[in-house]
């Protein structure tokens, strides 16, 4: 029986910002000072134009490069968009799914999530899928609910040999980008419930072996308190990656916090 405990995974989402050549510099930093770290695999989503900056420039061990978002298609007539194939091909392995601010400002409904989410899976990609409620949601008392929802809908069609690889991201929404961090207590019994949905649905298997992220504004001084929950495997990070010392501090906390020896689940 699985008594190992999973690798912790701090994924830094830069949003919209730096540059080319912004990133070069920032991840020679990050080279220079998680060449040593073990233990905890950090992922940077970066924008789709920093790619290969951020692929080229990566050399410590430990760091992978995710991207924010892309189509579901695999080619054809939509203009703007990116398929899993382009980013595959650049060497990325991450991809954000289902983000707050794509579902708010982009119009994303759980379906077309779940779409992109079986197309990242289905092109060897290992999707960060990010669910969380609002504000009034949470006041209302239906954050439960919701959150169960989000989860059916976007796993909707997925085998539970394939939600092993899957990262799951709790993202209050009032908390991202505000200063506003869930307590840890409702990060704990957030990130516990959706374990237990995976269990209901997908087994045992595969609820021990999926990560479950916090995200929204957590930084250097609050992601150790948040990370010494059992049932959180890491976070993803939006201003704080943004800062080599705040997202380097990040992972140092992940590392003490102790993930393990596991290896990431391979992907297939
Ligand atoms: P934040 O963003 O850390 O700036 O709150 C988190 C996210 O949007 O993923």
Same mark, same amino acid.
């Given at each position: ?37 073990? =233990? ?38 939509? @203009? ?98 505000? =200063? ?34 916090? =995200? ?32 380097? @501090? ?8 102790? =993930? ?9």
């Amino acid at each position: 029986m699985g008594t190992k405990k999973r690798r912790k995974l701090i994924a830094g989402n830069w949003k919209m910002n730096k540059t080319p050549s912004q990133t070069k510099v920032f991840v020679e930093e990050l080279n220079r000072r998680l060449e040593g770290v073990r =233990g905890c695999d950090t992922v940077i989503c970066v924008p789709f134009v920093d790619i290969p900056a951020a692929v080229r420039t990566a050399k410590a061990r430990c760091i992978t490069v995710g991207a924010q978002n892309m189509h579901h298609e695999p080619s054809g007539a939509y @203009t703007g968009e990116i398929s899993s194939q382009m980013l595959q091909d650049l060497g990325v392995k991450y991809v954000i799914v289902g983000h707050s601010e794509r579902r708010r400002d982009f119009g994303e409904t759980d379906v077309i999530v779940n779409k992109k989410l079986r197309a990242a899976l289905g092109g060897n990609m290992i999707p960060i899928l990010c669910v969380g409620e609002s504000i009034e949601q949470r006041e209302r008392g239906v954050t439960e609910e919701l959150i169960c929802l989000q989860i059916k809908e976007a796993l909707s069609g997925v085998e539970a040999r394939q939600v092993r690889r899957i990262v799951i991201a709790y993202e209050p929404i009032w908390a991202i980008g505000t =200063g506003m961090t869930a307590t840890v207590e409702d990060a704990r019994e957030v990130c516990a419930l959706i374990r237990a949905q995976i269990r209901r649905v997908f087994g045992a298997a595969a609820a021990r072996s999926v990560r479950i992220l916090y =995200g929204g504004s957590m930084n250097a001084k609050n992601a150790k308190g948040l990370l010494a929950c059992p049932d959180i495997d890491g976070g993803l990070i939006g201003g704080a990656s943004l800062s080599a010392d705040e997202f380097i @501090t990040i992972i140092e906390e992940a590392v003490q916090a102790g =993930g393990d020896d596991e290896k990431p689940v391979p992907v297939e």
